[in-house]
């Protein structure tokens, strides 16, 4: 893989966590393909992570990039009265591995945490997460998003922000 492609590759993961503190919900979107998987698995046990989302519970999971623009919707007509108002939260992103697939894809692992502060509360996510990338008309896209939250207490909301 040439530099330039480890470059974009990273740069793309830290620019979806800058888009979502931006709130600039068009740009997030736009990361993504028609046909993108969001997926944040539950714990089964304390060392166990669900491995199905069609089949198993989820702490969130869409199956395209409709279910993100139909949470977008929710998030800016406040019509989600358990974001409301929105928190401000800053993504801190710490790239471990990236690698290629047999199909070209760009596997990126890294650790997240994501700091959040609404109605004079402050709240810490943190974990891993995988992004798998696909170069589409000159440009990487996310096609996988895989979130593993650590800290799976979930003290009021988790929403596509928190992570």
Same mark, same amino acid.
């Given at each position: ?9 990273? $740069? ?7 888009? &979502?503190?931006?709130? /600039? ?7 993504? +393909? ?7 698995? !539950?714990? /089964? ?5 669900? $491995? ?12 395209? *990039?409709?279910?993100?623009? $139909? ?7 406040? *019509? ?9 939260? !800053? ?11 047999? $199909?070209?894809?760009? &596997? ?5 945490? +994501? ?8 709240? !810490? ?10 170069? &589409? ?22 929403? &596509?922000?928190?992570?």
């Amino acid at each position: 893989m040439s530099p330039e492609l480890l470059a974009a590759a990273r $740069d793309v993961v830290a620019l979806e966590g800058w888009l &979502i503190d931006q709130r /600039d919900w068009d740009g997030w979107l736009a990361l993504y +393909t028609e046909d993108a998987q969001y997926w944040l698995p !539950c714990w /089964d046990d304390e060392y166990t992570l669900t $491995d199905d989302p069609e089949t198993e519970l989820s702490l969130i999971y869409y199956n395209s *990039r409709a279910g993100l623009e $139909d949470r977008v919707f929710r998030l800016r007509t406040e *019509r989600s009265l358990a974001s409301t108002p929105l928190p401000r939260t !800053c993504h801190m992103i710490n790239i471990t591995k990236i690698t290629e697939d047999k $199909d070209r894809n760009i &596997i990126v692992h890294s650790n997240w945490t +994501t700091h959040a502060y609404r109605l004079s509360q402050a709240q !810490c996510f943190f974990g891993q997460q995988t992004h798998t990338l696909r170069m &589409i008309d000159g440009e990487l896209k996310i096609t996988k998003r895989k979130v593993v939250v650590a800290n799976d207490r979930i003290p009021n909301v988790l929403d &596509i922000y928190s992570v």
